[in-house]
């Protein structure tokens, strides 16, 4: 069976700062690999996917996340934080295209500091 | 109005209570999804409905019953819930077969067992 490892629990980064979430996957075959963002008392918002292709890839409100199948790894990246990206990150893996049942890991809070 | 609606955002309920969640999607998607949020653990998936019909059961104790009669609309039935059960309740759907493996939440529902 597939599993993720977020092995941040916490992050604490200045504002202007940047920024590198680790993810470590465990599967198989070629993942699919996604990052989604929940903001306080709210739910999960798709941040960015890796299908094929390309693996750097761009995402909303300026991430970007590198797959890296030597290392089994998907970080999420952003060259300079904003107070409005605290929030808490979760990495997960989907097995099958077409397939919605994802893989989550445990998440990583981030905190942002003036 | 349009995304994943929850309601209520807020319950609760004593342990010999019946209540029930309530998920509503206005983004024509085919699959809907019950997931448990609970603090420190990855989310969970309990249940998986595509076209109305429940296609994965995660061992989930029978004091939780899903219902879809729709599409669009998913229910969660609680029944003589025990205080480990306190968690965020998250729906979410996909558009099923489609190959997206994208899944758009909720809010999500913060149930108290008292």
């Known amino acids: 069976a597939q599993s993720v490892t977020q092995p941040d629990i916490h992050i604490t980064v200045s504002e202007g700062a940047s920024l590198e979430l680790r993810c470590n996957y465990s599967?198989?075959?070629?993942?699919?690999l996604f990052w989604y963002v929940q903001s306080p008392g709210q739910g999960l918002q798709l941040l960015l996917k890796y299908f094929s292709g390309d693996t750097l890839v761009q995402g909303i409100k300026g991430f970007e996340a590198e797959f890296k199948r030597s290392q089994s790894s998907f970080n999420l990246r952003k060259p300079s934080v904003h107070w409005s990206d605290a929030a808490e990150y979760f990495c997960?893996?989907?097995?099958?295209?077409?397939?919605?049942?994802?893989?989550f890991g445990t998440g990583t809070r981030l905190t942002i500091i003036p | 109005e349009t995304g994943v609606t929850q309601t209520p955002r807020h319950l609760v309920m004593g342990m010999t209570n019946k209540k029930s969640l309530k998920c509503e999607q206005h983004?024509?998607?085919?699959?809907m999804y019950w997931y448990k949020q609970s603090a420190k653990k990855p989310l969970e998936l309990m249940f998986v409905?595509?076209?109305?019909?429940?296609?994965e059961n995660n061992s989930v104790p029978s004091r939780f019953s899903p219902e879809c009669p729709n599409s669009s609309h998913l229910f969660l039935h609680l029944h003589t819930l025990q205080p480990e059960d306190s968690a965020l309740y998250l729906c979410?759907?996909?558009?099923?077969?489609?190959?997206?493996?994208?899944?758009?939440f909720g809010a999500g529902s913060r149930l108290t067992v008292l």
């Open positions: 599967y198989g075959a070629t993942p699919y």
């Open positions: 997960a893996v989907g097995t099958t295209f077409g397939n919605e049942k994802l893989t």
């Open positions: 983004l024509g998607h085919n699959a």
């Open positions: 979410a759907s996909s558009q099923g077969d489609s190959g997206a493996n994208v899944l758009t």
């Open positions: 409905y595509n076209f109305k019909e429940q296609t």
